[in-house]
T-cell receptor, first 116, second 113 residues
Framework: AQTVTQSQPEMSVQEAETVTLSCTYD???????LFWYKQPPSRQMILVIR??????QNATENRFSVNFQKAAKSFSLKISDSQLGDAAMYFC?????????????FGTGTRLTIIP | NAGVMQNPRHLVRRRGQEARLRCSPM?????VYWYRQLPEEGLKFMVY????????ESGMPKERFSAEFPKEGPSILRIQQVVRGDSAAYFC???????????FGQGTRLTVV
């Protein structure tokens, strides 16, 4: 079974600084997707960034980028120029590629605090 | 195009009552997933449905829980004879066919008193 591990329950960063959230996963599959979701106090799950395992290039979305190390099964999220609105729970998630829809497996989350 | 709609947002039930949680997927989405989030934990998969079919219910507790996604109307997650341990946030997500991204609703927070 696939597992996703987030070893940092809490992180904090000064506003405008850079922070990296860690995620490791375990799978025997070769084709899959990895995601980072943000969950603010409103509870809404917001997709931050997505990475296809077959792509060597790391995904980037504005201030958010990932460091995807397939051999190490590592998928960290870097947030640059942190803003107060980035404060939230961040969840790493895995999804197997199965020619269609598949369930997501989530990590336990990292609570990110932004220090003004 | 409205997002995934879940209702109610908050639901309080006494032990032994039934809870019915509703999820209306985004227009054009025929796949629905239900997840449960216990306090201070990540989301755990419960069940995956397509119209009128349960595709994967490997995360559903064996008793008291059921789900459906009828041809017409919202998907329903039903919890019979609720217990305190059922208190959690229940999220629904939907996606169109053959798509990688699932869109989440805002969840229903169930409190059992």
């Amino acid at each position: 079974a696939q597992t996703v591990t987030q070893s940092q329950p809490e992180m904090s960063v000064q506003e405008a600084e850079t922070v990296t959230l860690s995620c490791t996963y375990d799978t025997s599959e070769s084709d899959y997707y990895l995601f980072w979701y943000k969950q603010p106090p409103s509870r809404q799950m917001i997709l931050v960034i997505r990475q296809e395992a077959y792509k060597q290039q790391n995904a980037t979305e504005n201030r958010f980028s990932v460091n995807f190390q397939k051999a190490a099964k590592s998928f960290s999220l870097k947030i640059s120029d942190s803003q107060l609105g980035d404060a939230a729970m961040y969840f790493c998630a895995y999804r197997r590629e199965n020619f269609g829809n598949e369930k997501l497996t989530f990590g336990t989350g990292t609570r990110l605090t932004i220090i003004p | 195009n409205a997002g995934v709609m879940q209702n109610p947002r908050h639901l309080v039930r006494r032990r032994g009552q039934e809870a019915r949680l509703r999820c209306s997927p985004m227009k054009g989405h025929s796949h629905v997933y239900w997840y449960r989030q216990l306090p201070e934990e990540g989301l755990k998969f419960m069940v995956y449905l397509q119209k009128e079919n349960i595709i994967d219910e490997s995360g559903m507790p064996k008793e008291r829980f059921s789900a459906e996604f009828p041809k017409e109307g919202p998907s329903i997650l039903r919890i019979q004879q609720v217990v305190r341990g059922d208190s959690a946030a229940y999220f629904c997500a939907s996606s169109p066919v053959q798509e990688t991204e699932a869109f989440f609703g805002q969840g229903t927070r169930l409190t059992v008193v």
